[in-house]
């Protein structure tokens, strides 16, 4: 079944009327197109048409773009509505999947908005577009009749999804002259842009590409989900924290969503102050009485963030659930970050010596005797080699785990990683570094001090641990809480250190250009917990004791973890 909805004002017109000048009472303020049964607004020409409960373009090959502009509601007005037309949006969240399909692989498609006539005759907009198969990027632009200017260049991120067949979420928020652009969930980018009050929204599409549309949103910018009904009802109440600090401002809305997702929006209810606390108090609803999962998404109104938690509850009508505090997590700050290279090098950049290769992450040295640090830049907004501390790459307590393997080269040179890089007082980068040469059987740990010196913690020192065979792999790990590091190798712990004046930074991979070395499996975790179990269609529960060298273990701090067949990147489950 198609759902389409339309907020329209059509009884008490007059009173309207003298009250608000005359808005617009065909203006549909939220639009939700999913195509399960037919177009909605769009039309079926061009090029476009439904299939399989999409919105698929397919192009004819030559160079051409083509803008399809939603045009619903009672009175719209084509591809640059007016004012007074349904079509026409003046402050809005849009958002919408793509899926490239085929073609080429280097074209841009995704959102056109504010499109309308200008004084001259001729179209002006703005355009939030992306491109996933190649760079996997994005580019903002705009026109002003004859005039055009790209707002941000062609820009790769690793919040694009580039898995064949795989949807990216598209997003835009505009306020007055204010915009907020997003891929899946995370924003990317912030502009002021100037002279475009409002206009029609649509897609934006080259005739070299098929690509393909789905869950084509458009809600006011106060709350970005539309709401369902149901049956029957319960209440959530709790309190809300991000990264850990308890939440104790306005401005925060906590939403509950069924199977389906963002699209299955079952409550929303603002975070307010009661007796001294910032709580939240949602109800929730569903067509079944109970059962069905209810899992949160966070969004903050003043800054246009989203947030995503893991919590989760079983509906059950006619209850009150207290969910104590939820913890939320930025979009974009990803709770476990996992690069196995099996299709780009994620955070990561093909660069300076670096490419995938055989899913592995594969350095090849110039044979000058110069190192690198190539530092993991994803999420939302990376700061490069050195972040701040709102930089998306910026970590600050953390566990981090890669398996490398020396390929060629001398047999005596180091590689390994590099945490908490930041740029020092002498304009150059600090860091704590953990090195590793296997061939020799020999490790060490150092620091780049702030004042430009280096500081040898622990010096080469020859372990049993490590890997000499030709080919054989080595993991490093190293955890950090505070300024306590502890260095393991193929899990064992073989060094810990208080190590003064590293709060956080950048994580990176070290290596000398005299060598050839891959890495592979590239992990950042919390320190809680140094795996994230992934979720499956089945359970089954394993319940017992432990003990550690034939004595039971009767004391707290213990996690035990269950692993696939993969091993130690297949997590199925954590239990203290």
Request: proline share 3%; hydrophobic share 35%; with cysteine.
């Amino acid at each position: 079944m198609q759902t389409k909805i339309y907020k329209t004002v059509v009884t008490v017109f007059l009173i309207l009327f003298i009250a608000f000048g005359g808005q617009n009472c065909a203006y549909a303020e939220d639009v939700f197109e999913n195509f399960e049964t037919g177009p909605g607004g769009f039309s079926e020409a061009d090029g476009f048409a439904v299939s399989d409960g999409r919105y698929l373009f397919k192009g004819d090959g030559s160079d051409d773009s083509k803008v399809k502009v939603w045009a619903g509601g009672t009175a719209p007005g084509g591809t640059t509505p007016e004012s007074d037309n349904s079509n026409y949006f003046q402050d809005f969240f849009v958002s919408v999947d793509t899926t490239w399909e085929s073609g080429a692989k280097d074209v841009v498609y995704g959102i056109i908005l504010c499109s309308h006539e200008n004084t001259g005759g001729t179209p002006s907009y703005v355009r939030f577009l992306m491109e996933t198969e190649t760079a996997g990027g994005y580019k903002i632009d705009k026109r002003e009749g004859d005039s055009y200017e790209t707002i941000v260049d062609p820009h790769q991120s690793s919040l694009v999804n580039r898995i064949n067949g795989a949807k990216n979420r598209l997003s835009v928020m505009k306020r007055g002259n204010e915009f907020s652009f997003y891929i899946n969930d995370a924003k990317v980018s912030h502009h002021t842009i100037e002279g475009f009050d409002g206009g029609g929204i649509g897609l934006s599409v080259n005739h070299q590409l098929d690509v393909s549309f789905d869950n084509f949103l458009i809600t006011s910018t106060d709350d970005p989900w539309i709401k369902k009904g149901g049956l029957f009802s319960m209440n959530v109440r709790g309190q809300l924290s991000v990264d850990g600090v308890k939440i104790e401002t306005p401005g925060y809305v906590i939403a509950a969503f069924g199977p389906e997702g963002d699209y299955d929006c079952r409550g929303v209810a603002d975070i307010v102050e009661s007796s001294g606390e910032w709580r939240y108090n949602l109800p929730v609803s569903s067509d079944k009485r109970l059962g069905e999962d209810i899992t949160f998404k966070t969004w903050n109104r003043d800054s246009g963030q989203f947030y995503n938690t893991k919590s989760k509850v079983s509906f059950k009508a006619d209850t009150v659930f207290d969910m104590l505090t939820v913890d939320m997590r930025l979009c974009g700050h990803p709770e476990e970050i996992f690069e196995d290279f099996e299709i780009d090098a994620g955070g990561f950049w093909e660069t300076g010596g670096f490419s995938v290769s055989d899913g592995r992450y594969l350095f090849k040295g110039n044979e000058t005797n110069t190192f690198w640090i190539d530092a993991w830049a994803g999420g939302s907004d990376p700061g490069g080699i050195a972040p701040r501390p709102d930089n998306s790459n910026y970590f600050k307590d953390f566990f981090v785990s890669v398996d490398t393997l020396w390929e060629d080269g001398p047999e005596n040179i180091g590689y390994g990683f590099t945490v908490c890089t930041y740029e020092n007082t002498a304009k150059t980068v600090s860091y704590v570094r953990f090195l590793v040469a296997a061939a020799t059987g020999i490790f060490k740990i150092d620091k780049n001090k702030a004042d430009d010196s280096l500081g040898t913690i622990v010096d080469w020192t020859g372990s049993s641990l490590i890997n000499r065979t030709n080919g054989s792999k080595n993991r490093l790990s190293i955890m950090k809480k505070g300024n306590a590091f502890t260095f393991y190798i193929n899990d064992a712990k073989v060094s810990h250190q208080t190590i003064e004046g590293f709060d956080g930074g950048g994580i990176g991979l070290y290596m000398n250009n005299q060598l050839d070395v891959s890495f592979d499996n590239f992990r950042i975790t919390s320190t809680d917990d140094p795996w994230v179990p992934k979720e499956g269609l089945f359970t089954m529960d394993v319940r017992g004791q432990i003990c550690v060298d034939g004595l039971s273990v009767e004391t707290p701090g213990y996690v035990v973890a269950a692993f696939g067949p993969d091993g130690d990147y297949d997590c199925r489950g954590i239990a203290d």
